[in-house]
């Protein structure tokens, strides 16, 4: 009796552990962040108001810029760099709570090797999301401005 007993626990434990667990990479849909992330980012035209390198200004590099996260679902899709008439095409993607934001972007031109790595959010008082680098100390600050 002690034994069936042992086993049916070990089943039901077994059953809670595994229908409980998700599955690393599912994400975990937050309709408020996903609201706030589509209104105030998605589709939102946004200039590089501040760009620094280890204290060297690196803004100028951007005038006439307009960067936009076109929305695939709510976390990647193409990202679209426009100057003048030029257009370039990258890629971006958030994680689950919209703390990172990856930016891939292919140089030439240059300048886009800075804005291409992975970002988190400093703050996002908008009109300007403010980044700096995920996972490193790197001296690196990137804010952009809702156009």
Request: hydrophobic share 40%; glycine share 4%.
């Amino acid at each position: 009796m002690a034994h069936t007993k042992n086993i049916l626990l070990t089943v039901v434990c077994f059953f809670l552990l595994f229908t409980s667990c998700k599955k690393s990479g599912d994400l975990v849909n937050n309709p408020l962040l996903e609201q706030y992330f589509e209104t105030n980012i998605l589709n939102r035209d946004f200039t590089v108001s501040l760009a620094t390198d280890n204290n060297t200004d690196l803004t100028p590099n951007y005038i006439g810029y307009i960067f936009v996260l076109l929305k695939t679902d709510f976390y990647h899709g193409p990202l679209k760099a426009t100057i003048g008439n030029t257009v370039y095409m990258g890629t971006w993607s958030s994680n689950e709570d919209y703390s990172k934001l990856d930016i891939s972007l292919s140089a030439p031109p240059a300048e886009f090797t800075f804005l291409s790595r992975a970002w988190k959010f400093t703050s996002k008082s908008f009109p300007t999301m403010k980044l700096s680098p995920w996972g490193s100390t790197e001296a690196l600050v990137l804010h952009m401005y809702r156009q």
